[in-house]
């Protein structure tokens, strides 16, 4: 049988539920709603556990368990690690581009197509929806404590990423298998013998269950009906009959995302390898555009940042207020803690699993240093944002969770043409984050219930994309947030257990440059 003979019944099976839903879509015009408002409940009933309040201001702002579990994960991992998002940050750059890439070493990616592939599920709507969601809800102060939690969070994705290297399998076929629920499970086994405690093993196998079940949970909230939604969103702007046919949007993306996923890691790599440079070439050249305009208004913006991040309205629940909101949507963007990106990583070819970790430590400095800064300083200098001179504009944005919506109006502020280049730039990194997210979720699916079971999930995925352009933003944020940074608790609570082994391992591995160093290949 030919290849095309054999595809074409995948991709009917993969396409055919989005069809027959966009039907149904189109005869039930309360179908959204009724879709809508189940998922309005399922994130009720999850929230409280997720979310759950550790402390209260007198003016009733929140620090969320969730958050507070992030900062002081990635806190510990900075100081344990010797702040090795410093001093590695250059040795990270020589390894990207390829300097030490031995080709007979074992693994399927190289480690720039590892770090793109994790990227492609990074840089995405975050970057753009989240930072304006988060300057809307926190003020200008919310972008500095991105900024902090994207350095910290560079210590903790090397430290996950190195793990999901260490523990990966290979598997008779040559694919590559790794990620936080083999770490979890097989990493603190060891723990368990080295440490004397039997109750290491299980709890392992608990922390890695509950992983992969989230993981999954969270692929189809912020690593896909998020990115469909805020993309159709921005679009929208551009394309404004898309509002009456939302449906379609969501159509045609799952079509392109289901015919990428079908090819495995390789395909998405090499996908992403592309997509990556391009879309971020495309952003960051029309946020430099912006901002060299109005350059002498940066100092100005920095300024109201920093104001903004130490003195808050409302005293010391405004600041907490607007800490929560950056490191909330930070996380968000950057992933780091989460676990997702030790799952491309886990492929890169290599043979030392601190070298991945330290190409995955730029992760959060590109993402969210660079390109979320980028975004923020454009938002406080135009205004579009609460108590700025363009906050009528940007308050239907806001009250909606549009944060795309609202990132296209601030570029629509400065030069007319330039939403419909940016509704090119947000549909590939929607486009981009999805097809990463696919290949997590469904490491994840294989491992809980096997192999065979993988195309049930490509089936039900496509269909999720479907669905993410027919159900409102709050509930779709909402239900993003509760999946990804759910993954925190299992992946962090384990990451404190096995670091030590991973600081030895660096101890060693830069003992090594330093005295003798790597053969270059480059």
């Known amino acids: 049988m030919k290849p095309l003979q054999r595809l074409l019944p995948l991709l009917f099976a993969l396409f055919a ?23 309005g409940w399922v994130v009720e009933k999850i929230a409280y556990a997720f979310f759950y309040p550790i402390y209260t201001t007198d003016d009733g702002t929140i620090i969320p368990l969730v958050v507070a579990w992030l900062v002081v994960g990635a806190v510990i991992f900075t100081l344990r690690m010797g702040f090795i998002n410093i001093r590695a940050f250059k040795h990270a750059i020589d390894i990207t581009r390829g300097k030490f890439d031995n080709p007979n070493d074992e693994g399927e990616v190289s480690h720039f ?49 190195t793990l999901g290297q260490k523990y990966r399998e290979t598997r008779p076929d040559g694919h590559i298998m790794g990620g936080a629920m083999y770490y979890l499970q097989n990493g603190m086994a060891d723990f368990g013998k080295n440490a004397g405690g039997m109750i290491y ?88 555009f912006i901002l060299f305009r109005h350059f002498g208004e940066i100092p100005s913006a920095i300024s109201k940042i920093f104001h903004s991040a130490f003195n808050p309205g409302a005293a010391w629940g405004g600041f907490i207020g607007v800490l929560v909101t950056g490191f909330k949507r930070a996380a968000f963007s950057n992933e780091a803690g989460v676990g997702s990106a ?41 205004g579009h944002y609460e108590g700025g001179s363009m906050a009528e504009i940007a308050a239907p944005f806001a009250a909606e969770d549009n944060g795309a919506g609202l990132t296209s109006a601030v570029f629509a502020s400065e030069i007319s043409w330039f939403p419909y280049i940016l509704s090119g730039a947000v549909v590939l990194f929607a486009f981009s984050t999805m097809i990463s997210w696919s290949y997590y979720g469904e490491r994840c699916w294989a491992w809980l219930f096997g192999d065979g079971a993988s195309m049930l999930y490509r089936v039900i995925f496509v269909f999720m994309v479907f ?56």
């Open 113 to 161: 197509q590892a770090l793109a592939s994790a990227l492609s599920a990074t840089v995405g709507l975050g970057n753009i929806a989240g930072v304006a969601i988060a300057v809307s809800l926190g003020g200008p102060g919310a972008i500095f404590w991105m900024i902090v939690a994207g350095f910290l969070g560079m210590s903790s994705k090397f430290v996950e990423c």
């Open 342 to 382: 030790a799952i491309a990583h886990s492929a890169a070819r290599t043979e030392y699993p601190v070298r991945e970790g330290i190409v995955a430590l730029l992760e959060p400095f590109i993402d969210t240093i660079v390109v979320c800064t980028m975004t923020g300083l454009v938002i406080v200098i135009t």
């Open 467 to 522: 669905l993410g352009s027919i159900i409102t933003s709050k509930n779709v944020l909402a239900f993003g947030d509760l999946m990804i940074l759910g993954m925190a608790f299992p992946n962090v609570l384990g990451l404190v257990f096995l670091m030590g082994g991973v600081r030895r391992d660096l101890n060693s591995y830069m003992e090594k440059l330093k005295k003798v160093g790597f053969i270059e290949y480059k």
């Open 17 to 39: 539920p989005s069809t027959l839903f966009a039907q149904e879509a189109v005869k039930n015009e309360n179908f959204a709603t009724w879709v809508d408002d189940k998922a």
């Open 201 to 288: 093993r299980p709890l392992g196998k608990f922390l890695a269950v509950t992983f992969a079940f989230i993981c999954i949970g969270a692929s189809f909230g912020g690593g896909n009906t998020f990115q469909v939604n805020q993309s159709l969103n921005a679009l929208q702007e551009t394309a404004p009959w898309l509002a009456e046919n939302r449906w379609v949007y969501g159509l045609i993306m799952a079509s392109l995302t289901g015919v990428v996923i079908i090819g495995g890691i390789k395909r998405i790599a090499h996908t992403a390898e592309k997509i990556v440079p391009l879309m971020c070439a495309i952003y960051v050249a029309s946020c430099l």
